[in-house]
């Protein structure tokens, strides 16, 4: 078996229902705000969702991640609808993947599978091709039992099984592993190349924009540097690292756009990603920029400080821009009304009160869409890259 095949078969048909855990750690509420993320994602790779299924379970059943019950259910919906792929928002184990397959007899992709799948699609260049095919490969080791069995369902071959199966799955093996160890060394290389041109860019302070996918990165970026890097209401737009030499009031710095962090992102991203994010690890300034208008944001500030923190890129200079204030609904609430305040029975001034006070850093409040607040922006960016700048190149004049 060639082992473009095993990358082939995880092709996602079109249509497909979605599964999730009710439990201690997500109540309902917090699992519609994951699934609305998971359809999301499941748009981004073209893929229609029909229906939803939850189900309350303390922790997740050890062979099926869900119930019998509740799979035979999602089993008989996936038949009737004639449903191409079961998506579950967690991680299955390779061998949970195996038994739900068995059970709902179509694709069962987990919530890796399928960003692993979007980042593949999206790859543009040479190095973002690598890096997800990395991730894909030693995404795809541990699993090849299970894969093996399904391409043999689905040629219809039953007493074929047994030796010469063990010994295809063994072989396969050594290829991906061969595949992984030539896939790390182009990155090497690429990396090397990397890294000189980094060197080759001179005493400039370097800023990057980070955050959660979808918030407004690549939007910012074209605005500071009036460029064109491509931006879309969709998961996951910028895979690599555009830099541009941006310069406010005579003072020259390097602005780099990159990946969006998620929630769960795969660890074998972040890990083949490295180099991406080398930017990000060498910036002397982040802009972390915030979706404001997303019922989420805070748990995203979470998920990119963890990021952050994970790829050794934490103990910087930061500027929180909360963007999208356009599209920030503010629901005042009745004065007798006596339960806790949700984040939209604030109002945009308390919001940005609150943040400032929690912080010790700048907070601006804008929209890159229609252009508010953007002076300000532009005046707090150019007094921090000015200090970094005098801190850094000591030697220089700035004017
Ligand atoms: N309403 C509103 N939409 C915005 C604003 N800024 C950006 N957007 C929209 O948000 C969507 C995502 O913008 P991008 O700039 O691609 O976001 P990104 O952070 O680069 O996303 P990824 O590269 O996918 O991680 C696009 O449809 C933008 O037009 C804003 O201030 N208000
Ligand atoms: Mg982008």
Known sequence: MATTSFIESQKIGNTAVLAGLINFKQDEEKLKEYLDELEFLATTANITTLKRFTQKLEKPDAKTFLGKGKLEEIAAYIKENNVSTLIFDDELSPSQQKNIEKIAKCKVLDRTALILEIFAARAQTAHAKTQVQLAQYQYLLPR????????????GATGTRGGSGELQIESDRRIIR??????????????KQMATQRKNRGELIRVSLV????????????????SEVFAENKLFATLDTTVR???IQNLPFLLSDTVGFIRKLPTQLVESFKSTLDEVREADILIHVVDISHPNFEEHIQVVHDTLKEINALNKPMILVF???????????????????HR??????????SWMSRLNSPVIFISALHKENIEE??????????????????HQLLY
Not at 144 to 149: A, H, N
Not at 178 to 190: F, G, P, V
Not at 344 to 353: A, D, G
């Open 144 to 155: 090849l039992t299970g894969l093996w069995t399904h391409l043999e369902r689905q040629r």
């Open 323 to 341: 963007n999208k204030i356009d599209a920030f609904k503010h629901v005042p609430k009745d004065e007798d009304d006596l339960t806790p305040k």
């Open 377 to 394: 922006m532009r005046q707090i960016l150019y007094d921090f890259i000015k200090n970094a700048h005098i801190q850094r190149y000591p």
């Open 344 to 353: 939209e029975n604030y109002t945009l001034e308390e919001l940005k009160k």
């Open 211 to 226: 955050g959660y996918t979808n918030v407004g990165k690549s939007t910012i970026m074209n605005m500071l540097s009036k």
């Open 178 to 191: 061969d595949k992984i160890a030539q896939l790390k060394e182009k990155l090497k290389e690429i990396d």
């Open 245 to 247: 030499k941006v310069v």
